[in-house]
């Protein structure tokens, strides 16, 4: 009877383990998606409709077996490029790209303008004369 109640026990772990495993990946899943119906906030986090409506079908499609891949294809199919929180390939790149470049000229831009302001203040006359 020990080994029936360990064994038991045993498989009990294993599947709230692997239930935790899924569920932590359907959230992974639903933080990579903007809710469709506004494109503000991520479908996770999102309190609309169509939000619980794809956070169900992403909970059916991780306990089918379906890998991360085909899971963001079907909405990408569906709902075009716009449905991933971040852009893909070549996209990505400029996306990360353009704010730090945008923000190292704007820096540079200042500076110069800084610098060129202190040149042309006039140099302060010399005073003591009375």
Same mark, same amino acid.
């Given at each position: ?6 064994? =038991? ?7 709230? &383990?692997?239930? &935790? /495993?899924?569920?932590? %990946? #359907?959230?992974?899943? /639903? +933080?990579?998606? $903007?809710?469709?119906?506004?494109? *503000? +906030?991520?479908? #996770? *986090?999102? %309190?609309? !409709?169509?939000?619980? !409506?794809?956070? #169900?079908?992403?909970?059916?499609? $991780? ?13 990408? @199919?569906?709902?075009?490029? %716009? ?7 070549? =996209?990505?790149?400029? @996306? ?6 945008? *923000?190292? $000229? ?14 042309? /203040?006039? @140099?302060?006359?010399? *005073?003591? #004369?009375?």
């Amino acid at each position: 009877m020990r080994g029936k109640l360990g064994l =038991l026990a045993a498989f009990i772990l294993l599947a709230a &383990g692997l239930w &935790g /495993q899924a569920k932590d %990946r #359907a959230r992974s899943l /639903q +933080e990579k998606l $903007v809710a469709p119906c506004c494109w *503000s +906030e991520s479908v #996770a *986090s999102h %309190r609309s !409709e169509i939000a619980a !409506e794809i956070r #169900a079908e992403i909970s059916r499609m $991780v306990a089918e077996g379906k890998s991360d891949r085909e899971i963001l294809d079907f909405y990408k @199919a569906k709902y075009g490029a %716009r449905i991933l929180m971040e852009p893909e390939g070549e =996209l990505r790149l400029w @996306a990360y790209t353009i704010p730090v470049a945008a *923000s190292i $000229v704007g820096l540079a831009f200042v500076i110069w303008i800084i610098r060129r302001m202190l040149r042309q /203040q006039p @140099a302060n006359p010399a *005073s003591g #004369a009375a």
